[in-house]
């Protein structure tokens, strides 16, 4: 953990009533926990164009019956198994499965990669929820 540096920041009374509320709500200790937390969101969020690492979870929804969808899906998961850390199946119905499949590698290949797998035919939903890898966030 690296040296604490105090700041002081100059808020109108209205924004600060809302950030106030924000730490409150969201169950923060205090204030300075939940600006160093948008803080880091924001290097995440930053780092997603570009080619830092990130760790990611793609998450499939797809119709079961639908012809050799479930094959595809795991061939493109196979093509990228440099990417690809683990993945859940999940049935939830006669014939609706889900997929979450844990990625980690620089975000433009993690986008591609979700991309090429919500682009199958008879994938009915997909999510790509990235995160970092956390070298940089401390
Ligand atoms: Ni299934």
Known sequence: MSEL????????ESLCEKLEKLVKDSGYVN???YIRDMIRNRI??????????VVATITLV???AQRELSEKLTDIQHKSHHHVLA????????EICAEMIMVKGEASGIRALADCLRSQKGVLHSGLTMSSTGSNLH
């Open 62 to 64: 797809y119709n079961h």
């Open 5 to 12: 540096v105090r700041l002081s920041i100059s808020l109108e």
């Open 31 to 33: 204030r300075s926990e």
């Open 44 to 53: 995440v969020e930053s780092q997603w164009d570009e080619a830092s690492e």
């Open 87 to 94: 993945s859940t199946h999940i049935h939830l119905s006669h």
